[in-house]
């Protein structure tokens, strides 16, 4: 207890050492107060409570709290940053494989707009179907040609191309027979 109440606000951080100053220097007394109250007493300050609590000075957060809360919230919007660049590079990539697999498609398509026979094949739990000329027909059952779906369309393509696309998105659906299957 040898520290005064003074010392012990400033080591808690409650008060700064201007303040202290400032408390110690002597008040000016206003020519008005010393007119109004002729016995010498001092008047009590009207804005004081009944309970004449001083009001306490504002609280002030230590020097590395606040460096801290500056801290962390500059890695944060780092990592979100950060975070955000790594979406956008995903999302480009992402687009550039799907224009990729179009092109590889289009540029592959073996369908036949008057082909006669019907082909079908299954997809998850659905029996779909395409028509193919009698030569796609065995191709597709040596497994010589693959079916895959774009816009909508259900595309013959031949099984390198096929392969290819798989390497580039594994999740793309791309229908093979295999000979060895039947």
Known sequence: MANSLREQLLQAGLITAEQIEKANQPKPRSPSRQHNNPQGRQQENPKKTSN??????????????????????????????QEEQRQREIAERRKQTREQIATLISSNLQNVDDADTRYNFVVGDNIKYLYVTEQQQQALADGKLAITFQAGKRCLIPIEIAQQILALDPDKIIIISSPESE
């Open 52 to 81: 004449n609590k001083a009001k306490a000075p504002p609280r002030k957060e230590p020097d590395d709290l606040a460096r801290f809360y500056k801290a962390r919230a500059i890695t944060e919007r780092t990592e979100r940053q």
